[in-house]
């Protein structure tokens, strides 16, 4: 499937700002569920410093913004077409290795509550548990923005049994973990059936699976991921692989603005 992408994200600020520094990662790679036809990723009021890839594979670019802006714009566009792989992304690679996925994260530390979440998880072959594990997230956390933010725990989560895709992911992570599989949170985009035009980019997760390598799971939706989806950075959780974070100097107050079209 051949998909249309556009991320704008925009920063307006009541005061000129004294510095600002933005962390992008917002570049798709060419891989075995999906080829990039073309992609570009535009600043306005901010320059780059550098780019890089970081340790987890991501494309990752630093822009920054000194005294004197009052409004800064990023948007990343292109068309990528996209292969259905039963949710299959392939072998493990990177620089970082395999056992730190097996690790917590203050963002995916499982307590009590997910603890038992993956001792409910039922017997069969890995995928089946994997798969049992994301229809019970899907069962008991609805999709309610508003109830939590990008630092709340998948704990917390839980508990509240309510959340974004983001909250879903990390307890995906932080169950498939105790359960001793590695796993990792995945940012992207997703081609909705009912809207062209989104408030947010998306996130899942993927587990690894011996003879398979990682598996990707949404359970926001409850399914593996197909051609509908666009993988564009990895990391542990949300905070290694956030399209847009960064760090802002003074006492400005700022307002975010997001769109995101994703058609075919």
Known sequence: MRLKITHRTEYRYDAPVQYLLQRLRLLPLSGRTQTVG?????????REEVRF???????TRLVSAESGH???TVEA??????????????PHQGFAPLWLFGQQTPLTTAGEGIR????AVGHGTEIERLHGLMAAIRE?????PGTT???TPAEEALALKSGVCQDHSHIFIAAAVALGFPARYVSGYLMMDAAVEQAASHAWAEAYVVGLGWVAFDPANGISPDERYVRVATGRDYRDASPVSGILLGQAQEKLAVTVTVEQ
Not at 140 to 144: H, L, N, T
């Open 38 to 46: 073309s992609w570009a990723i535009k600043v306005e009021g901010a």
């Open 53 to 59: 890839t970081d340790h987890f594979g991501n494309d």
């Open 70 to 72: 009052s409004a800064i």
């Open 77 to 90: 566009a292109g068309e990528v077409t996209t292969h259905d792989t039963a949710g299959v992304t392939g």
């Open 116 to 119: 038992q979440l993956a001792g």
């Open 140 to 144: 008991r956390v609805a999709y309610k």
């Open 149 to 151: 933010s990008v630092v």
